[in-house]
């Protein structure tokens, strides 16, 4: 059974910079896309960031031009670079798999900007 591990969460000024990892364990035959998603409190979960097989990234707006999706195969990991850092990204930040026939989900790393 696949699992994601996911690190690299804590607590940063604002301004500061964190990068999450997102490593799968157990046998995965094929990755499709990779994501990263946050939710805050109070809100519903929204993708950041999306890579595809072929490199293709897509980011939200709001994180445009700060955050960087990449991916390692070899490692079947997929990272999350976050620069310029806002209070308004304090979130569970999850990433998430698309394997052949279903999602696979990290279980969520806590990221706290403070002002």
């Known amino acids: 059974q696949v699992q994601l591990v996911e690190s690299g969460g804590g607590l940063v000024q604002a301004g500061g910079s964190l990068r999450l990892s997102c490593a799968a364990s157990?046998?995965?035959?094929?990755?499709?896309?990779m994501g990263w998603f946050r939710q805050a409190p109070g809100k519903q979960r929204e993708l950041v960031a999306y890579?595809?097989?072929?490199?293709?990234?897509t980011y939200a707006d709001s994180v445009k031009g700060r955050f960087t999706i990449s991916r390692d195969n070899a490692k079947s990991t997929v990272y999350l670079q976050m620069s310029g850092l806002k209070p308004e990204d304090t979130a569970v930040y999850y990433c998430r798999f698309n394997v052949p026939g279903t999602f696979v989900w990290g279980q969520g790393t806590q990221v706290t900007v403070s002002s």
């Open positions: 890579i595809t097989s072929g490199g293709t990234t």
């Open positions: 157990g046998s995965i035959f094929s990755i499709n896309g």
